[in-house]
């Protein structure tokens, strides 16, 4: 096993590059290259050294593999180039772009900014949030994974209607609720659970008055979330089972036998469904000079960190070849957690990673309640309007990458950063495009 600070093999760079002409391969000048672009992308490095292989031996469905080819890409120049040029000084550089996937560990910095400062505008001042946390039996982990769109949308479903359900029955009142699926444990393992963020308040049925949940206890009995919560999701599944919306194969295969499924229906509602509620402190009134506020109080701040986090970071490799990896992972086996190293075949690295790639297209983050995507902006502005608030949308909604970097970051890309005049930006090219361009020039 080799330090993470040791280059990729050749060859297999070599092989993910077998579409490309022999020009394209050609290295760039490094003057001419972005510093962020000589940084090292350790996911990226270690899938390019070993995704091939990976790929003789076992058949990968063709969503994943564009997804790993995003991850294998990013950066690289194989997905192009952007060009800038000062006129003034003659500076040029050659930008790589990002492959903007969901699963990249790489990308996604501007887009949580984003995400974290749209959410802002929606959450309602002086009254707590609640983070719930949706698990299920392991048990269910097998059926899960053979129909993932199904039974996620299923226990998306479950969980919403669990709180909504109980504060309209207990409370007559609507909260507003933030969901994120995550599927992973910290080892890789597969482990669904649904974070979920409720207001400590909502509008009453008629929507005439807001009333707020002014205790730091959640307003709802937590035997009867879990009891309620179960009831949901395994009438739910018997409904995709009855209705034949349930696929079998590989280890579900055993499920087509009516004896085997009852004894997992059996084996789940004798279990144990865990939903573990984290209280949060009010959301603070932001001041004039806080253009985003990032304290830990900050319900929204907060939950953020849960939006865009894939399955590893590059921070927790500690080593690797083509053949194993080592890398830290989270124990809670006992009162608290604690890091561990755990050393896995490179071939078993990856497949616990794929298992961790939704389905084209699938929503990890959705909204329901007050947030609702077709009546959320009517709601927010009926609640400010009880709580004599003026409701500000955030100003970021309609920014491109441009503006968000220099509103997030103070930093304008557009301006050089030698001579601080107006810099020349051309549309993405091939790198072949890009040299002989630099060299006409």
Same mark, same amino acid.
């Not at 800038?84 to 560990?105: F, L, Q, V, W």
């Not at 059996?266 to 279990?271: I, L, N, S, V």
């Given at each position: 096993?080799?330090?993470?600070?040791?280059?990729?093999?050749?060859?297999?760079?070599?092989?993910?590059?077998?579409?490309?002409?022999?020009?394209?391969?050609?290295?760039?000048?490094?003057?001419?290259?972005?510093?962020?672009?000589?940084?090292?992308?350790?996911?990226?490095?270690?899938?390019?050294?070993?995704?091939?292989?990976?790929?003789?031996?076992?058949?990968?469905?063709?969503?994943?593999?564009?997804?790993?080819?995003?991850?294998?890409?990013?950066?690289?120049?194989?997905?192009?180039?952007?060009?800038?040029?000062?006129?003034?000084?003659?500076?040029?550089?050659?930008?790589?772009?990002?492959?903007?996937?969901?699963?990249?560990?790489?990308?996604?910095?501007?887009?949580?900014?984003?995400?974290?400062?749209?959410?802002?505008?929606?959450?309602?001042?002086?009254?707590?949030?609640?983070?719930?946390?949706?698990?299920?039996?392991?048990?269910?982990?097998?059926?899960?994974?053979?129909?993932?769109?199904?039974?996620?949308?299923?226990?998306?479903?479950?969980?919403?209607?669990?709180?909504?359900?109980?504060?309209?029955?207990?409370?007559?009142?609507?909260?507003?609720?933030?969901?994120?699926?995550?599927?992973?444990?910290?080892?890789?393992?597969?482990?669904?659970?649904?974070?979920?963020?409720?207001?400590?308040?909502?509008?009453?049925?008629?929507?005439?008055?807001?009333?707020?949940?002014?205790?730091?206890?959640?307003?709802?009995?937590?035997?009867?979330?879990?009891?309620?919560?179960?009831?949901?999701?395994?009438?739910?599944?018997?409904?995709?089972?009855?209705?034949?919306?349930?696929?079998?194969?590989?280890?579900?295969?055993?499920?087509?036998?009516?004896?085997?499924?009852?004894? %997992? +229906?059996?084996? =789940?509602? @004798?279990?144990?469904?865990?939903?573990? /509620?984290?209280? *949060?402190?009010?959301?603070?009134? !932001?001041?004039?000079?806080?253009?985003?506020?990032?304290?830990?109080?900050?319900?929204?701040?907060?939950?953020?960190?849960?939006?865009?986090?894939?399955?590893?970071?590059?921070?927790?490799?500690?080593?690797?070849?083509?053949?194993?990896?080592?890398?830290?992972?989270?124990?809670?086996?006992?009162?608290?957690?604690?890091?561990?190293?755990?050393?896995?075949?490179?071939?078993?690295?990856?497949?616990?990673?794929?298992?961790?790639?939704?389905?084209?297209?699938?929503?990890?983050?959705?909204?329901?309640? %007050? +947030?609702?995507? =077709?009546? @959320?902006?009517?709601?927010?502005?009926? /609640?400010?309007? *009880?709580?004599?608030?003026?409701? !500000?949308?955030?100003?970021?909604?309609?920014?491109?990458?441009?503006?968000?970097?220099?509103?997030?970051?103070?930093?304008?890309?557009?301006?050089?950063?030698?001579?601080?005049?107006?810099?020349?930006?051309?549309?993405?090219?091939?790198?072949?495009?890009?040299?002989?361009?630099?060299?006409?020039?």
């Amino acid at each position: 096993m080799i330090p993470i600070s040791h280059s990729t093999c050749d060859p297999c760079l070599r092989r993910f590059r077998n579409g490309l002409s022999p020009e394209e391969t050609e290295s760039v000048p490094e003057e001419y290259i972005h510093k962020d672009d000589r940084k090292r992308h350790v996911l990226r490095d270690l899938f390019t050294a070993s995704f091939p292989n990976y790929c003789r031996a076992h058949q990968v469905p063709e969503y994943k593999l564009r997804v790993m080819n995003s991850l294998i890409s990013c950066k690289t120049g194989k997905l192009g180039y952007s060009l800038i040029r000062c006129d003034n000084c003659g500076r040029t550089e050659m930008r790589a772009c990002s492959c903007g996937n969901r699963n990249c560990p790489s990308c996604g910095y501007l887009n949580e900014k984003k995400w974290t400062a749209l959410r802002q505008s929606e959450v309602i001042p002086g009254i707590p949030y609640f983070h719930l946390v949706f698990t299920l039996p392991h048990d269910l982990g097998t059926i899960m994974y053979q129909n993932q769109k199904a039974t996620l949308n299923l226990l998306f479903r479950s969980a919403a209607d669990t709180v909504l359900t109980l504060a309209e029955d207990k409370l007559n009142l609507t909260p507003s609720l933030l969901m994120i699926l995550h599927t992973f444990g910290s080892d890789l393992s597969l482990h669904y659970h649904v974070h979920m963020l409720v207001s400590g308040g909502g509008l009453t049925k008629d929507k005439t008055e807001f009333k707020k949940c002014l205790s730091n206890t959640f307003f709802l009995p937590l035997s009867a979330v879990c009891r309620v919560y179960k009831g949901k999701f395994m009438e739910g599944l018997k409904r995709l089972h009855d209705d034949g919306s349930l696929d079998y194969y590989n280890n579900a295969g055993k499920y087509r036998n009516s004896y085997v499924w009852k004894e %997992l +229906l059996d084996t =789940c509602y @004798k279990a144990d469904w865990n939903v573990e /509620i984290k209280p *949060l402190s009010p959301v603070r009134e !932001k001041t004039a000079s806080a253009a985003e506020d990032e304290s830990t109080d900050n319900a929204i701040s907060y939950f953020a960190r849960y939006t865009n986090r894939t399955a590893i970071s590059d921070s927790r490799i500690e080593a690797w070849d083509d053949r194993s990896v080592r890398f830290r992972y989270k124990d809670y086996s006992g009162s608290s957690y604690s890091w561990k190293s755990m050393d896995l075949s490179a071939d078993e690295f990856i497949r616990r990673f794929l298992m961790h790639i939704l389905p084209a297209g699938f929503m990890r983050v959705r909204s329901a309640g %007050l +947030l609702a995507g =077709c009546v @959320k902006t009517k709601n927010l502005i009926l /609640i400010h309007e *009880l709580l004599n608030r003026p409701y !500000k949308e955030s100003p970021v909604r309609h920014m491109k990458a441009v503006e968000l970097i220099r509103y997030f970051y103070g930093r304008d890309v557009t301006v050089c950063e030698k001579c601080h005049t107006k810099l020349e930006i051309f549309p993405r090219m091939s790198r072949i495009s890009a040299v002989m361009f630099i060299r006409a020039s």
